[in-house]
């Protein structure tokens, strides 16, 4: 028979895992993958502290951290609509986390908007659009 700090772990993973999973999602209407832009930043977690000889003494700040990343996608006049009302509303102007995929590996991962996306006129195709995204990759925590 499970123990009372057992039945309240399992409380608690299924509230992780339950509000986990919540979050927004990119919505299925817009393109799946974004065009990688200039970077993809890894975070970094080390303190570097100089010597007065030697090498510098180096240790782990923290074990992560959110991860920059930059793209865009290319969408339609209604696509755009459509990703105006996710970004306004679903996650209200880039302050709520959503989950997309991670270009280079196709996992799902959770992001969060460092700027306002821009939006531009794609050159010479009418109806068609360009929205640059500069995201971070949140870690997951609990």
């Known amino acids: 028979m499970p123990t009372k700090s057992t039945s309240d772990a399992v409380a608690i993973s299924e509230r992780v895992i339950v509000s986990f999973y919540s979050l927004p999602v990119w919505p299925v209407s817009l393109p799946q993958y974004m065009e990688l832009g200039d970077q993809e930043t890894p975070p970094d977690v080390l303190i570097r502290v100089k010597m007065d000889v030697g090498p510098d003494r180096v240790r782990p700040r923290f074990t992560t951290n959110v ?76």
């Open 67 to 142: 991860r920059k990343i930059s793209g865009k996608v290319e969408l339609t006049t209604a696509q755009v609509e459509i990703f105006e009302t996710f970004y306004r509303t679903t996650i209200f102007y880039g302050l709520e986390e959503f989950r997309w995929v991670l270009p280079r590996s196709g996992g799902g991962v959770n992001y969060r908007f460092i700027e306002p996306p821009k939006i531009k006129s794609a050159m010479n195709v009418k109806n068609l659009y360009v929205v640059e995204l500069k995201l971070e990759i949140v870690p997951y925590s609990a």
